[in-house]
């Protein structure tokens, strides 16, 4: 069974330009979630998609936005990056969460922003 | 998230044991000890997770005490590809209305040494 796959796997961008990042979740999985990690510090959650809806936002700027499609695969869009953006972005899956359900990570893309 | 506490770091030799604790005393009776590991700059990896009883699978086990207050991951022969940051979660049930995120701490890193 294929895992969580993300893409790409590197990113660089200059400050204001925007990112888009892309992830398909595991077969049968209808949730996505993206968390940030920049250098040195813990995972910090981003964004809930469940169905093709945002469920739950974390304490990120506006300019972080996402969607999810009906394939439920995500995209997630940094727009008027800034230096401190640069990080490793995770997405996970995980089955649908009317109940907790283990959430599988992606290899991550790392965005560098110049 | 119920909040957790784990060591800073552990040393473990190679072929032994390594017990990872977790303390979690504000986990409320619903919701569930998840741990995942953290392989330097990769996804993390879901290990295990448990309600009350101890719970074992092809890569470790978990020991959550009766009053659910602690747990402990045992890796029960450990080699040098087990070191890794290692998380223990304790996410916010979604029955209760909040978003399934977890919320990784600063987790315990372990070095696995010949």
């Known amino acids: 069974e294929a895992g969580v796959t993300q893409s790409p796997t590197h990113l660089i961008k200059t400050r204001g330009q925007q990112a888009t990042l892309r992830c398909s979740p595991i077969?049968?999985?209808?949730?996505v979630y993206w968390y940030q990690q920049a250098l040195g510090l813990g995972l910090q959650f981003l964004l809930w998609?469940?169905?093709?809806?945002?469920?739950n936002r974390g304490n990120f700027p506006p300019r972080f936005s996402g969607r999810q499609f009906p394939n439920y695969s995500s995209e997630l869009n940094v727009n008027a990056l800034e230096l401190e953006d640069s990080a490793l972005y995770l997405c996970?899956?995980?089955?649908?969460?009317?109940?907790?359900?283990?959430?599988?990570f992606g290899p991550g893309t790392r965005l560098l922003v110049l | 998230d119920a909040k957790t506490t784990q060591p800073t770091s552990m040393d473990c030799a190679e072929g032994r044991a390594a017990n990872l604790p977790c303390n979690h005393s504000?986990?409320?009776?619903?919701?569930?000890v998840y741990w995942y590991r953290q392989i330097h700059s990769q996804g993390p990896q879901y290990i295990i997770h448990?309600?009350?009883n101890n719970e074992t699978n092809e890569m470790a086990s978990l020991i959550i005490t009766e009053d659910r207050k602690s747990s402990t991951l045992i890796l029960p022969h450990a080699t040098l590809r087990d070191t890794a940051v290692y998380y223990c979660?304790?996410?916010?049930?979604?029955?209760?209305?909040?978003?399934?995120?977890?919320?990784f701490g600063t987790g315990t890193r372990l070095q696995v040494t010949l």
């Open positions: 077969s049968g999985h209808t949730s």
């Open positions: 504000t986990i409320s009776g619903n919701e569930y």
């Open positions: 979660i304790v996410p916010r049930s979604p029955l209760s209305g909040t978003a399934s995120k977890l919320t």
């Open positions: 998609y469940d169905e093709g809806e945002e469920r």
């Open positions: 448990g309600l009350k």
């Open positions: 996970a899956s995980s089955l649908a969460t009317k109940y907790q359900e283990t959430q599988y």
